[in-house]
């Protein structure tokens, strides 16, 4: 029995060995390169030969990405070639590699000690963006809470989007602002009735003849009664709020007054009247807005220390700190001149660098099946049109183009909607060209993707599509939403709705769009 054990043991020998012999040789060899390479570079380092040095770390990495001792010397290297970021980003990509060690060795462990104590200044400047950030937040969630306890579900809406954007794990934020969508919605929707243009505009009237009269209660029911027979109408808002405010209800006014400027705000193009409008809807909110001042305060002295913090380092060539720094600014204030002037001063390797960090995470991400196509090439079959006509979308040449009309007043953006089944982690692929805009004077012209039956959306300004060929990717995984642009991260923030719809979002521009895909994902 022994023999015929032993016999089985040497016959599965001669056929398993030879394969695993097979392996060794070439592992063995793509190691002693690696080996090579890295004592060449320490040669090289040890003479002072640091460019020579750096790219022969590289090419170490390059082989093996795992080798901690090379990222740690080529940090080092970077440090002597005065490209101390860089250094800062070998150092941190060392660090990430021996934490995910099940059982590192006392001497790796040593080494992660020391490339602490290297690091420490940068994680300074890391630590100073990131107490802004939490100072900012803490002040302003408590103007959040007292914005929905007074039933200013616009305020209180844009400062908990804010808060998502700027830490995504901030699950108060989250909760609160999906509260605030659902009351505001809620809200508005109360005693609608039916859209009846005409009714809406005599109650507006019957409103203001009241108000001259100085019958300010009666004029208010009157406006109130307005808007229930039409969504735009901002000067029945408007006359509410002034209504309300000569009858002591600050509340009341203020929200009167924010909806009505939302609504001049969403339409494609005013009248002079409606321009005359929004400057006094503006002044009066501004009179009574107590909370919005806050808010606004709390923002401009956010934005003045990062900016503070940006001019430091641009003086002191850390590009890459005043690139995370602008980034926060532009969070806050989207076209905030001198950001966007420092921003243009950035070398374009450090700002690709940055993107392709923080879009590595799309690689992460486990399809579920196949992408479906949304768009057969042919007609809009499956589609809805949403804030514009149906007409406002055709198919020619296998495209569909389409966007706002702009010609009527709630034309400011259009929406094509996805009818089918949508997953609740997905990523939607929207290939296109971008045409002109519609109209130049009225700016924010934007090309996003719906990612919720409440119809939100992110969105990519114009100033950053291509001329060319655009690829716009929202992912929807969890708890978090990403747009990227042409594969850089151009929006990142907190999922605020798991109610699943995708669509196509235009605002002042015609788009052209050649591919609609979406991947279901783990």
């Known amino acids: 029995m022994l023999k015929l054990k032993l016999l089985a043991v040497f016959i599965i020998a001669l056929f398993v060995t030879p394969a695993l012999a097979q392996d060794k040789p070439e592992q063995s060899a793509k190691n002693e390169i690696v080996q090579d390479l890295y004592n060449l570079g320490l040669s090289a380092f040890g003479k002072k030969q640091y460019e020579k040095s750096r790219d022969l770390f590289l090419k170490a990495i390059s082989y093996d990405d795992s080798f901690v001792e090379a990222h740690a010397k080529l940090g080092d290297t970077y440090q002597a070639l005065k490209e101390e970021e860089l250094g800062y980003e070998s150092y941190k990509k060392c660090l990430q590699i021996i934490s995910r060690l099940e059982n590192p060795s006392e001497e790796t462990l040593k080494l992660a000690e020391d490339i602490q104590q290297k690091m420490k200044r940068f994680k300074e400047l890391e630590n100073k963006i990131a107490a802004i950030n939490q100072e900012f937040i803490d002040r302003i969630m408590p103007i959040s809470s007292q914005s929905l306890e007074k039933r200013d579900y616009l305020l209180a809406t844009n400062i908990l989007t804010l808060v998502s954007r700027l830490a995504i794990d901030n699950e108060e ?82 929200n009167s007054y924010r909806h009505c400027l939302r609504l001049l705000e969403l339409a494609s193009q005013h009248s002079k009247e409606e321009n005359d409008l929004q400057t006094r809807a ?38 890459r700190f005043a690139y995370l720094a602008i980034q926060q600014i532009r969070l806050v204030e989207p076209d905030h001149k001198a950001a966007n002037e420092a921003l243009a001063k950035i070398d374009k390797k450090t700002i690709q660098a940055q993107a392709t960090e923080e879009s590595s995470s799309k690689q992460k991400l486990v399809a579920k099946g196949p992408p479906k196509k949304l768009f057969n090439g042919t007609d809009l079959n499956g589609w809805e049109a949403l804030y514009c006509q149906l007409e406002n979308w055709n198919v020619v040449g296998g495209k569909i183009e389409g966007g706002p009309s702009c010609t009527g007043e709630n034309d400011a953006y259009a929406i094509l909607g996805w009818l089918g089944e949508v997953p609740k982690n997905f990523i939607l692929t929207i290939k296109f060209l971008p045409g002109a805009i519609i109209n130049p004077k009225l700016g924010g012209a934007e090309v996003g993707g719906i990612y919720s039956k409440k119809h939100l959306w992110l969105l990519a300004r114009h100033a950053g599509l291509a001329k060319g060929a655009n690829t716009l990717e929202l992912i929807a995984q969890n708890d978090q939403l990403s747009l990227l642009l042409n594969n850089t991260l151009v929006f990142k923030m907190a999922r605020d709705d798991y109610d699943p719809k995708v669509g196509i979002y235009a605002r002042n521009i015609k788009i052209f769009v050649s591919s609609v895909t979406l991947q279901e994902i783990e």
């Open 282 to 319: 503006a002044k009066a909110l501004e009179k009574v807005d107590t909370l919005g001042r806050e808010f606004r305060k709390a923002k401009s002295e956010y934005v003045s220390k990062l900016e503070s913090l940006v001019r430091e380092w641009m003086q002191k060539k850390y590009q």
């Open 173 to 254: 934020a989250i909760e609160g602002l999906k509260k605030a969508k659902e009351d505001f919605l809620r809200e508005l929707n109360e005693n609608k009735i039916i859209d009846e243009a005409e009714l809406a505009k005599t109650y507006c009237q019957d409103g203001w003849d009241l108000f001259k009269k100085s019958k300010y209660a009666e004029a208010a029911e009157k406006f109130q009664k307005a808007t229930v027979y039409r969504d735009y109408i901002p000067d029945a808002y408007f006359g509410l709020g002034e209504c309300s405010a000569r009858l002591n209800d600050p509340v009341k006014a203020v």
